[in-house]
């Protein structure tokens, strides 16, 4: 028996292999003319029409095209939220409080609409450059649009505080018709307001600057925030001590006043003691009995007789001490009345003589109104002996 079998011709042997050439997908297979396909391929194949390459140029300008669109969708979302950010409400608040950190009083001004008149003597560079506790920086808190105005909260950080700050906002048109344009409305300034304890028409200088108070002697200056520092340049007759005055942030136009009480220097005491003793005398060189506006006179004449020589004779001069001032003026008390005598020769019926009242008091109270460039001016508050219990 043999171990070798004869090839079955229906089994799927060795022998029913097709050749390499004719497997599908080779390099080598014969190609089906008609059906375009390798031969052996089922009915109904077709050959796969090769994909297109495409060019170096097209791919680069695809991809540019693709960049360039993506380009313009940014920046169009970029131009947006740029555009709404320069245009919002906030930023004319910024620019002004920026340029009032800065220093930067004329720009200030102008962001504010602010017009500063000649008597505005603190609202320049000079005069805020010598203020203290300014605002160092500030925040902004909130911003309120309600359409045609607007409403911005910031905190100025002023003196180691913040201080609240409210700012309104017009809106005076629209960028490309799309971007509101807002207009700072000027903020209320606050106020450096001085009260001097003297005459009218003072000169006090502020922060460098010189300004002249009314006949009241008060004086209100408009100020940005800041501490002032407040002197009366009362010249050799008057002096004050100094004082200071904060303008804390907007808003505020009322402050406490700055008061500077006056006082006499050595100068305006000499000079006031010489305007008394001057009105002393101008009373002693009257021949009247009763001299116009003194605080002396002789009374008792006898109508019989003619009074002719007449004459005041200062005895003694008063002493006067010079207080604080009130609203007439520095007070001149007298500590020491002085005396004078009246004589006068007479003649009548009965015959001649000669006549005297005396001593009389003599009282110098009254009031230095004021000084000039000659020295003090003296105002009695007695006069003809009203209160002169001595005559």
């Known amino acids: 028996?043999?171990?070798?079998?004869?090839?079955?011709?229906?089994?799927?042997?060795?022998?029913?292999?097709?050749?390499?050439?004719?497997?599908?997908?080779?390099?080598?297979?014969?190609?089906d003319p008609q059906l375009g396909a390798p031969f052996g391929a089922p009915l109904g194949a077709r050959r796969s029409r090769p994909r297109r390459k495409l060019r170096r140029g097209q791919v680069v300008g695809?991809?540019?095209?693709?960049?360039?669109?993506?380009?313009?969708?940014?920046?169009?979302?970029?131009?947006?939220?740029?555009?709404?950010?320069?245009?919002?409400?906030d930023r004319p608040v910024r620019a002004f409080l920026d340029d009032v950190v800065a220093g930067k009083v004329d720009d200030a001004l102008?962001?504010?609409?602010?017009?500063?008149?000649?008597?505005?003597?603190?609202?320049?560079?000079?005069?805020?450059?010598?203020?203290?506790?300014?605002?160092?920086?500030?925040?902004?808190?909130?911003?309120r649009d309600d359409g045609d105005t607007a409403t911005v909260s910031a905190y100025l950080r002023q003196g180691g505080q913040d201080v609240a700050a409210r700012f309104t906002l017009d809106k005076a048109g629209t960028d490309w018709g799309v971007f509101p344009i807002w207009e700072l409305q000027a903020?209320?300034?606050?106020?450096?307001?001085?009260?001097v304890r003297g005459p009218g028409g003072a000169t006090v200088e502020v922060a460098g600057g010189s300004t002249t108070t009314a006949k009241?002697?008060?004086?209100?200056?408009?100020?940005?925030?800041?501490?002032?520092?407040?002197?009366?340049?009362?010249?050799?007759?008057?002096?004050?001590?100094d004082g200071t005055a904060t303008v804390s942030g907007f808003d505020t136009p009322t402050s406490t006043p700055v008061e500077l009480t006056t006082t006499l220097t050595d100068a305006g005491q000499q000079a006031a003691k010489r305007a008394v003793d001057a009105w002393v005398d101008g009373c002693i060189a009257s021949t009247d009995a009763a001299p116009a506006g003194c605080s002396f006179y002789a009374y008792g004449q006898n109508p019989a007789y003619t009074y002719t020589n007449q004459k005041w004779t200062l005895d003694s001069r008063p002493t006067v001490s010079i207080g604080d001032w009130t609203s007439n003026g520095w007070l001149v008390s007298t500590t020491t009345f002085g005396k004078a005598t009246f004589t006068a020769d007479i003649a009548g019926a009965g015959g001649t003589g000669t006549a005297s009242a005396g001593p009389l008091n003599v009282n110098a109270s009254g009031?230095?109104?004021?000084?000039?460039?000659?020295?003090?001016?003296?105002?009695?508050?007695?006069?003809?002996?009203?209160?002169?219990?001595?005559?």
Do not use: C
Not at 63 to 87: M, N, P, Q, R
């Open 1 to 31: 028996m043999s171990d070798e079998q004869t090839p079955d011709p229906d089994q799927h042997g060795w022998g029913s292999v097709p050749p390499v050439a004719t497997i599908r997908g080779t390099q080598d297979a014969p190609q």
């Open 62 to 89: 695809i991809v540019a095209g693709i960049v360039v669109l993506s380009l313009l969708l940014v920046g169009g979302i970029a131009g947006s939220l740029i555009g709404s950010s320069t245009h919002s409400a």
């Open 110 to 143: 102008d962001d504010a609409g602010i017009d500063a008149e000649e008597s505005d003597v603190l609202l320049t560079d000079a005069a805020y450059a010598k203020a203290t506790a300014k605002p160092t920086g500030y925040r902004i808190a909130a911003v």
């Open 187 to 195: 903020p209320d300034l606050g106020m450096v307001d001085v009260d």
């Open 216 to 241: 009241d002697g008060t004086a209100r200056l408009r100020a940005l925030p800041g501490t002032y520092d407040v002197a009366l340049d009362g010249g050799k007759w008057v002096q004050a001590d």
């Open 367 to 391: 009031y230095i109104s004021g000084f000039t460039a000659d020295g003090a001016t003296f105002r009695s508050a007695v006069g003809n002996g009203s209160s002169d219990t001595g005559s």
